[in-house]
């Protein structure tokens, strides 16, 4: 049978699914991914999001992640893998997606139960009385930029490096990977802890994985049961077609 059709199979009979997306699927939506010969630390200081490094060079590092985070990547969209995972959902398929991603781009794309495990590039946060802001309601143009209520320095809402995952992101993310019995991998090589223990948990409590990305990955050759090698966009394209003749015969209505 077609790995596609039987990846289908496994997430047509899976009580509770769960996606899991890393980097590689917002690639196509014009986003880099940080690591790699094309990756955003070729190009940029890691320190920046060094949580120390920002506390003491607040304008520094704000100058290079205004630069990154709000001017280049505020005009991006969903591409067609987003969407599909939100046609998932709708169609009672897929229970929540687990992104490592801060690029918001699920939620745009109609994903309703979404766990940010790494925070969102979306809101900002005062490091003085942790009161959070929309990063569009907030002036950049002054760096760094102060909470309108107590003055404190802003930053982004997103785990920085040797700040701990928010504890509701990663207890939910437990949760959901302890109990599901299918976890879609998408986009992803297994290489950034403590997210990349996500998939070993759900594998361990007898979960089906099934994994898209271009290229082998930490998890392809240990707990992938299914490995479905190609670009986000164009394996969703494949599952969809694939879920479409699962059901053929079924009253299912997935289009």
């Known amino acids: 049978m077609d790995e596609y059709l039987k990846a289908a199979q496994i997430i047509k009979t ?19 991914t940080f690591r790699g010969v094309d990756g955003l630390w070729s190009k940029y200081d890691p ?22 985070f709000y001017d280049y990547m505020q005009n991006v969209k969903p591409n067609f893998a987003h969407f599909f995972l939100a046609k ?9 997606v687990i992104t490592q ?8 794309a109609g994903s309703k139960n979404v ?3 790494h925070g969102t590039a979306k809101k900002l946060i005062c490091m003085n009385c942790y009161k959070t802001y929309e990063s569009d309601s907030i002036d950049l143009t002054e760096l760094p930029p102060i909470c309108p209520k107590c003055l404190g320095l802003l930053k982004p809402n997103f785990v920085f490096f040797k700040e701990p995952i928010p504890k ?22 297994g290489e950034i802890m403590p997210a990349s223990e996500i998939p070993k948990i759900a594998k361990l409590n007898g ?22 090698q190609n670009r986000a966009t164009i394996a969703s394209k494949e599952l969809k077609n694939a879920l479409r003749i699962q059901n053929e015969n079924s009253n299912s209505n997935f289009k």
């Open 115 to 117: 766990i940010e495990f």
């Open 101 to 108: 991603n801060i690029d918001n781009l699920h939620q745009e």
């Open 14 to 32: 899976s009580k509770k699914t769960i996606a899991f997306t890393g980097a590689g699927i917002s690639v196509e939506s014009g986003i880099p």
């Open 168 to 189: 509701k992101a990663l207890e939910s993310s437990l949760e959901l990977a302890q109990n599901c019995e299918c976890m879609i991998v998408i986009g992803t090589t």
């Open 207 to 228: 979960a089906k994985i099934i994994e898209i990305n271009i290229e082998k990955s930490n998890y392809t050759h240990t707990i992938t049961d299914i490995f479905l």
């Open 88 to 96: 998932l959902e709708k169609e009672k398929l897929l229970d929540a």
């Open 47 to 68: 320190k920046i999001l060094d949580i120390d490094y920002f506390l003491q060079n607040p304008k520094k590092s704000w100058e290079k992640i205004k630069e990154i």
